[in-house]
């Protein structure tokens, strides 16, 4: 997939939201439409929470325990994110848990000057499968932020990076993994986090999406009009 392709998807998925591109991906036969659980959007690009998506292609760094054996990355990441990028951290399979509070690491991951220079290089968002700190200042930038939950401690004293763009593996729940590849396409908003997989027909995803939303408009207006919902979903929907 060409860099353009790429470009050209993310300006025209920023139209709609993470639920429309779930509705696309479970069409082609995602059961989870793409959808990464327990994530709270921390900040937006706007004083409203309801500005519209972000998206941009993934940027993945992963954190391992200090005591890994792998090395650090040296100059770590902040200075290389790609403009247009999605900054995506996560931790190593051990460090994750299937239930609340989702990982083992309660120091913060990600905090204010991370945003401030994300956001000089043209990020688009940030999502952490793990805890953040200085909420605040997230805010204050108006840079989109995603978090699993909030800390106060910086990580440097108990996790080290040991991947930039390389696969991380996400527990869904139940132990249940999906891996999040570098330049994945990822879309959120107030609803939550969503990823498009490269191993899907990103054309077939991207013209099922507008088809669906204008066919849903119609049967809001139905419903609205005191038409029962079940008709009108299958009259609207039929041929999609």
Known sequence: MTSQVL??????????TPCDVSDSLAKQGLKNGGFFPNLTQYSSSSQSSTDGSVVGTAYTVLFAPIDD??????GGYIDH?????????????????????????????YGGLMSTRAQYLNANGTVVFGRIRDVNEHR???YPVFAYGLGTTAAQSVVKIVGVQVPIE????????????????????ENGIVRIPKTV??????????KRVEADQLVATDI?????????????RAGL
């Open 140 to 142: 204050s930038l108006k």
């Open 170 to 189: 996400i527990n869904i729940g139940e132990n249940f993994y999906e891996t999040i590849e570098p330049h994945d396409l990822i879309i959120g908003d």
């Open 81 to 109: 994110i790609p403009e247009g990028s999605f900054v995506v951290i996560g931790l190593t399979k051990e460090l994750q848990k299937s239930e609340a509070p989702y990982v083992k690491v309660n120091n913060a991951l």
């Open 69 to 74: 054996p792998r090395p650090s990355v040296k």
């Open 201 to 210: 027909d990103l054309e077939s995803v991207l013209n099922y999406i507008p």
């Open 224 to 236: 609205a009009n005191g038409k029962p919902a079940n008709p009108s979903q299958k009259e609207r």
């Open 7 to 16: 470009k050209n998807a993310v300006k025209f998925l920023k139209e709609y």
